[in-house]
């Protein structure tokens, strides 16, 4: 397939695993924040469901808890060799404002990226057929 979107792009951009075409959100932008978390019943490219099972995406804490770690560990390298940690300095308290601003500041973003990822480990490129949405769009399950 000639135009088979990367695995990173797709989940850089949020897009559907099935197609990496579709959006997974209904809004690209997360604001309204309110509705930062909507996400359409299914792929509007594929129909691939974007949510598997009733209350599929209770897991994502742990995800979302590992990249907040991420943040945390890739701060304390950059952090590490820019200024150095140090109690003496109170270095180590500016290392945890940072990454304590920033995550909170990144929280949208990694709440919405560890439901991406979550899915990405469910439902592999290609797995579904590709069936567009049919005319009525809600399925009753
Ligand atoms: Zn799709």
Redesign the pocket.
């Known amino acids: 397939m000639a135009d088979r979107p990367s695995l990173p792009s797709g989940i850089l951009g949020m897009?559907?695993?099935?197609?990496?075409?579709?959006n997974m959100y209904t809004n690209k932008s997360i604001f309204p924040l309110k509705e930062m978390m909507l996400m359409p019943d299914r792929?509007?490219?594929?129909?691939?469901k974007m949510e598997l099972e009733v209350g599929f995406y209770y897991g994502t804490g742990y995800v979302s808890y590992a990249l907040s770690v991420g943040v945390a560990i890739f701060n304390a390298l950059w952090f590490g060799l820019a200024v150095g940690f140090s109690w003496k300095n109170n270095s180590i308290w500016w290392y945890l404002g940072i990454t304590v601003a920033m995550l909170l500041l990144l929280q949208p973003l990694l709440m919405r990226y560890s439901r991406v990822l979550y899915l990405y480990m469910f439902v592999k490129y290609g797995s579904s057929p590709h069936r567009p949405p049919a005319d009525g769009q809600h399925s009753v399950e």
């Open positions: 897009k559907c695993p099935n197609c990496r075409k579709g792929c509007p490219v594929c129909g691939q």
